[in-house]
């Protein structure tokens, strides 16, 4: 007998019950709706923490410090160098670029100064970073500084306004609750670098000397960080720059003397070259962080990236996705009872029907697949409704519920359904369809045929 014509006499005998049918198409509609619902939810929550933790700054990245938790660096009383060898230079910084799987590294370069625009002025920490770096900042406004210029150009934070107050009352913000009119990109900002000089010609030096006001420079913006002042990412609170620009700033304004930040040999002179507060490498992939990040911690240097929170929220999303599937799970396995109680009831209805097709001489596996098939259509027609309801529920969900709002701080879908996870949903209750026809397809194929004739 062909497919077809089983197809046919399957889909003839389900129309002919149409009502017990319907209920039990109806049971698996709610449980593959269920499923889907429950493991939409389970795969929003997940891509809900990865764009949190993706807006806090690249997931490629690990952030490096010198062991033992100093500024600068520390000794390690196990090493046979001196202090110097924990130090992150431009040395350590060329050896992190040749491990494997490292994309580039940037050393990180932080000194204090403080911003005066008119009446306001603000307190602020200032890093001077790579090339590779500054693209990986999302801009909102303006653009990265040319490629290879020497001229220092900032690129603010979305949040630095914050920090600006009023230069004769000390109001910000935070007392007035309105924010400064300060204008980054169209009005001219004047920066100081030596920040202990100004604070002391401000307040009349020490033992009645006077200390002479330090010089202001005038530096162009070329960017603000995207976001508004109340959004927040890596880069909402610093300001950057291009660090050989700002190297070469630092040295035009204290040529030998020491630079406020960077550390002193025994004698108080300052090195011939720049200790970085931190550096920062980036990886190819996600999948190599880890590795990449325990080469450097076995290089002597202490080493932190996301990966680490989020393999951590990962394994808790995991049990959460399978207590959710398996919650969903247990109406589709109420659904695949539904299945073969109707199964079981069409064969006592059609005992003599199946007698008959057997003495006509009937393969034995014809009237088990018929039987598999009704099965199987009901899982179909049910997992496709089921499917399309699922849809209708997510759209509720992510639009008028606020859901994810509720749940995790963060706008976007609650919901979310893969094109994956709708085709999975209908195999998955074809499959439950089927297996549960498949020990009443049993019974049908294994069913005396005298006996079937007989009966009444």
């Known amino acids: 007998m062909r497919f077809l014509d089983l197809l046919g006499m399957s889909v003839n005998n389900l129309r002919r019950r149409k009502l017990r049918t319907a209920l039990t198409v109806l049971g698996v509609v709610i449980g593959t709706a269920s499923v889907v619902v429950m493991v939409s939810l389970g795969i929003g929550l997940n891509g809900l923490m990865m764009e949190m933790y993706s807006s806090y700054g690249s997931m490629t990245s690990i952030n490096v410090y010198s062991n033992g938790g100093r500024y600068y660096g520390a000794y390690d009383s196990n090493s046979s160098g001196d202090e110097e060898d924990q130090y992150i230079t431009d040395d350590t910084i060329a050896k992190f670029k040749r491990l494997d799987h490292v994309k580039s590294a940037s050393p990180i370069l932080q000194t204090d100064i403080i911003l005066k625009q008119g009446l306001y002025e603000a307190g602020v920490n200032i890093e001077g970073v790579s090339r590779e770096y500054l693209e990986e900042i999302p801009l909102g406004e303006g653009a990265l500084p040319e490629e290879g210029s020497d001229e220092l150009k900032f690129i603010y934070g979305n949040g630095i306004i914050r920090w600006f107050s009023n230069s004769k009352t000390g109001q910000g913000v935070w007392d007035t609750g309105e924010m400064p009119p300060v204008d980054y990109m169209n009005k001219p900002m004047f920066v100081i670098f030596d920040t202990s000089a100004y604070y002391q010609s401000r307040s009349g030096g020490s033992e009645g000397n006077t200390v002479k006001p330090p010089k202001k420079y005038m530096i162009e913006a070329a960017g603000v ?14 300001v950057y720059a291009e660090i050989d620009a700002l190297k070469a700033q630092l040295k035009r304004i204290y040529k030998k003397k020491p630079i406020p930040g960077q550390p002193t040999n025994k004698k108080g002179k300052p090195y011939s070259y720049f200790i970085y507060n931190q550096a920062v490498v980036f990886v190819d992939d996600t999948e190599n962080v880890t590795e990449v990040q325990q080469m450097i911690t076995d290089m002597g240097y202490q080493a932190n990236s996301q ?29 695949a009872i539904g299945i073969a109680n109707t199964m079981m009831m069409s064969i006592y209805e059609r005992t003599k029907e199946i ?13 088990r697949n018929m039987f598999l098939l009704e099965s199987g259509f009901i899982g179909f027609i049910g997992g496709t409704i089921g499917v399309l309801i699922s849809y209708g529920i997510g759209f509720v969900m992510n639009n008028f519920l606020a859901i994810a709002q509720a749940m995790t701080g963060m706008d976007g879908d609650i919901s979310r359904i893969p ?13 439950v369809g089927m297996a549960a026809g498949f020990f009443p397809s049993l019974r049908a194929m294994h069913l005396s045929p005298l006996a079937a004739i007989r009966n009444e």
């Open 307 to 335: 990966m680490e929170w989020i393999e951590q929220s990962q394994q808790t999303y995991d049990i959460i996705q399978l207590v959710l599937g398996g919650i969903g799970a247990v109406s589709l396995f109420v659904a």
């Open 419 to 431: 094109v994956w996870l709708s085709g999975a949903a209908i195999v998955f209750a074809i499959f």
């Open 355 to 367: 007698g008959v097709i057997k003495v006509l001489g009937c393969d034995l596996r014809n009237i």
């Open 225 to 238: 960080v995207e976001g508004t002042v109340d959004d927040y990412n890596n880069y909402t609170y610093s």
